[in-house]
Structure formats: structure tokens, C-alpha cells
């Protein structure tokens, strides 16, 4: 077919170059991912099942498979890549996270769950009210643990008729009959540790730990960081529960010489998939 218009035809020969250099860009990036002796542990909160399928087809789909939780600690300890790359997570407990099941198990995706237990209890999550209410978590980083745990009793008694956001014992017990799935801490209260001290955060702990253990006959070898942050004291408190690994909410990969208490991740976004998949393997 002759293109008579001289200008379409520089147009469409622009846009087929353009698709062509986004194609092998694509194939270089992912190439060059293969052959590092790192992996990638993405985290999802809430993910709606069609951009979390999205996303498990075409790590699938390019070969570049799926790690799990035992995998990920075997790496840290032997230095030995597994098979795959990708470490799925799942942060807080949402109950939209039931209708992932089908998809982990559609696709045989291993993947590791962090439960904050006061949402569980309650039903919902106190962090999003307090932030439609005071813009930002801001100052209440900065209020004393007594005064935090007063807020968020007051936020629990107040929206106590809410429904259910979190899920239920219930749920959790069905989703852990699905050995795919692992389970971690995430504080009791979803509290940022790097305002805490040593002893409040093994209250947190404390309380999260015997709340996971009384629903659950797992082993917990992990904790994710409430809010992605840190301080860095938090590795010998986390060593009194047996946690083996901690991970954060600071961007980048995992590595043989990473500090297994303080892992590097990506979140998937509200973004376009196209986006997700460019940040998380570092196009920009
Ligand atoms: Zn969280």
C-alpha cells in the first residue's frame, strides 16, 4: 500500500520506529534483569483482580517467573539466585485481597501477606479516615504512642458501623489453606516503627504476633515497615520474634549483600500498568 500524503507517511514511520525502539528497549531491560544476580519484590495494598492479573500474565508471560518467601530468605543466605525473580507482596490485609486467590492460583503465584491485626479486629483501617480528616500522618508521627492508641480508639469506636475493609479471621484462614500463601507482622496498630521506641514497638509486635499465631499455624519469618519507613534500630526487637527479614518501602532490588532487615521494594501504583512496569524495572 503507497502512502500518498507525505506527512502521514512520516507519520506513521515515526510511530512504527517508536513502537520498535519501545520494543527492544522492553527486551534489553529485561534481559539485562535476567542476568543480575538480584530479585524484585513488588508490593500491592488493595489491587482490583484485573491489574493484579495484568500484572502476574506478563511477568509470566515474559519468563521471568516468581520467587517465594523461603526462596527469597535461601537467596539472602546462600547467595544462590532460584529459578525466578519476583517476589509478590501484600501489605495490611485488605479483604479485596480474597479475590486475588483465584489468580494465585490460576497462575501457581507464591506470594507473602502482612497482616496489621487491629484492622482485622475491627474491620477496617484507621489510617485512611485519619487522613481524610488531617490532610496528611504528619503530626500524628508526632504524638506519643498513648496519645496515638487514644486516636485510633476513638476513630475505631467512632466508625465502628463502617463495614468491613479488612479481612476477616475467617477469610485469612481460608486464604492460608492456599500454601502459595505466606504471612507476615505488620505492627498491630499499622504504626510507622521509626516513632516508636524499642519497647513500643515490641508491644506492636507483641500484639500482632500473638493475634497472627492464634488464627494461623505458620511459621512468621517476615514483617513489613508500616508505611515503608524506618529507623534502623528495629533489627533486634524483630529478632525477638523470630523475624528473619524485614521489608521497606524504599525503591530498589534485592541483592546477595542486602540487609535482610531492611529490603528494598516497588510499589505498584495507581498508574497506568505501562508506568508500573517501566518504574519496576527501572526504565526511570
Ligand atoms: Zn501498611
Redesign the pocket.
Known sequence: MKIKNKYLRYFLGYLLSLVLKIILYEKFIINKFRKENSLLCVYF?NPSPKEFERFVKWITYKKIGFVSESEVISFLETHQKPVGSVWLTL??GWASNLDLVRIIEKYNVPITL?L?TSAVKTGFFWSPIYVSENDSLKEFHTFNYKEKIDIISTIESKFSNIGRTALSVHEIIEMAKNDKISFGL?THH?LATKYLSQEELYIELELNFKYVSSILNKTISGF?Y??GIFSGNEKEVLEKFNIKYAVTGKKGRIYTKSDPYYISRYGYTSYSFLENISRIFGCW
Request: aromatic share 10%; net charge negative.
Open positions: 495494598h501489605d495490611d502482612f496489621s505488620h499499622h513489613a508500616p508505611h
